[in-house]
């Protein structure tokens, strides 16, 4: 599965290392995705998904059933 959350559609972003003598080489900045188990209770089953660290937040702040309607509708699912 790739690094993307399912609910955000937050992912991987590039960048450089700077040493102190000003030399970059180049990096990647992973996303903080966890695979969590959620009960959805409008469909009365378990889904598995994987959620970044805000995802986790807004799950928590607007409920797993309007998270998942508006993540549908961006395309991230």
Do not use: P
């Not at 959620?38 to 937040?57: H, K, M, P, T």
């Amino acid at each position: 599965m790739s690094k993307i959350c399912q609910i955000t559609g937050k992912k991987a972003q590039y960048g450089n290392n700077v040493a102190h003598s000003n030399l970059r080489t180049k990096r990647k900045f992973n996303v903080n995705l966890f695979t969590k188990k959620f009960y959805w209770v409008e469909q009365d089953r378990w889904i598995n998904l994987n959620v970044s660290a805000a995802g986790l937040r807004l799950i928590n702040k607007v409920g797993l059933d309007a998270a998942i309607r508006s993540a549908a509708e961006n395309g991230f699912i």
